[in-house]
């Protein structure tokens, strides 16, 4: 049973759109929150992460809200572009970091 | 990616054969992973490793096994392949005592077992 579902399996947005992707959790223990980014050919690469105890965080296009009475989390690309698209992989883990659950991946295509 | 390598990228074995993937890293790091992806299931761990002398098993390691030759190298093995077990592995490294707790993922092995 997966620890961390993820949807949807694939998005395709136009160039400036917003992209939203949405994992849920059962696990109230996990205690940190990461989005991974693979490119084709490629392994996976941090992009943002986030603590329980903040609701959002932003780094430049990119943005993480956290709902922690829901069991939520989503990313947000704003401004989407091409160079955008790849695989995006939601993450969760203990408070030890010893190991991390990956949610199925959702495939993201941006339309030029 | 170059921090974290594998060897070979990519590989086709027949059902039954044992093989052996590798994975080196440059980082340091004292903790060492290996996954497996496969389309609509994500990354799932299968052994992972905080040194030489500690190795766990992950959510899926029947019919894996592991060995962490030093700090720097850990190698997955596959004792008799069979076809269900063709996916793509990564390899990965992490270090908490630097105050990261970033996961560093090697370019993957793309493995087919027919």
């Known amino acids: 049973q997966q620890q961390v579902k993820q949807s949807p399996q694939s998005l395709i947005v136009q160039k400036g759109g917003i992209s939203i992707i949405n994992c849920a959790y059962e696990n109230t223990a996990f205690d940190y929150f990461p989005w991974y980014q693979q490119f084709p050919g490629k392994g996976p690469a941090l992009l943002i992460a986030i603590r329980p105890d903040v609701s959002e965080k932003k780094e430049g296009r990119f943005t993480i809200s956290f709902n922690k009475s829901a069991k939520q989390f989503s990313l947000h690309i704003m401004d989407s572009q091409p160079g955008d698209s790849a695989t995006y992989f939601c993450a969760a883990s203990l408070h030890d970091f010893n190991k991390f659950y990956f949610g199925s991946g959702t495939k993201l295509n941006v339309k030029p | 990616d170059a921090d974290v390598t594998q060897t070979p990228r990519n590989r086709i074995t027949k059902t039954g054969k044992r093989i052996m993937l590798e994975c080196s890293q440059t980082?340091?790091?004292?903790?060492m992973y290996w996954y497996r992806q496969d389309p609509g299931l994500g990354l799932r761990l299968i052994y992972y490793?905080?040194?030489?002398?500690?190795?766990n098993k992950g959510e899926i390691s029947d019919g894996y096994s592991v060995s962490r030759q030093a700090q720097a190298k850990f190698s997955l093995s596959l004792e008799s392949a069979i076809p269900n077990q063709t996916a793509l592995y990564f390899c990965a490294t992490s270090d908490p005592k630097t105050g990261s707790y970033e996961q560093y993922f090697g370019p993957g092995t793309r493995l087919t077992v027919t």
């Open positions: 980082k340091g790091h004292d903790r």
């Open positions: 490793s905080f040194d030489v002398k500690d190795i």
